[in-house]
């Protein structure tokens, strides 16, 4: 069964950066698009950005200009690069295929982000 493990996150500063990693195992990784969601506390999950298994990339309004995803296929791995932080950015940032997400959900890495 395919499994996700997210990495990267932490306590930044406003203005700051993170880069945040997603690790997939036991699906073959390249059939897939991929999504970085977000979740802050009392709100739904969100999506972020998403790249397909083409290195297509769309990035949602509200990080555009300060968020870029990326792939590295020979790792498994999804990438979020995080810059200009801001408070709003603040909450628990997962990965999963995009755009219905097929695999379970891993435990997520918090992004904290202080004014």
């Known amino acids: 069964q395919a499994q996700v493990v997210e990495s990267g996150g932490g306590l930044a500063q406003a203005g700051g950066s993170l880069r945040l990693s997603c690790t997939a195992s036991g699906a073959i990784f390249t059939l897939y698009a991929m999504g970085w969601y977000r979740q802050a506390p009392g709100q739904q999950r969100e999506l972020v950005a998403d790249?397909?298994?083409?290195?297509?990339?769309n990035i949602v309004d509200s990080v555009k200009g300060r968020f870029t995803i990326s792939r590295e296929n020979g790792k498994n791995t999804v990438y979020l690069q995080m810059n200009s932080l801001k408070s709003e950015d603040t909450a628990v940032y997962y990965c999963n295929t995009y755009p219905y997400n097929i695999w379970p959900w891993g435990q997520g890495t918090q992004v904290t982000v202080s004014s």
């Open positions: 790249i397909d298994n083409g290195g297509r990339t």
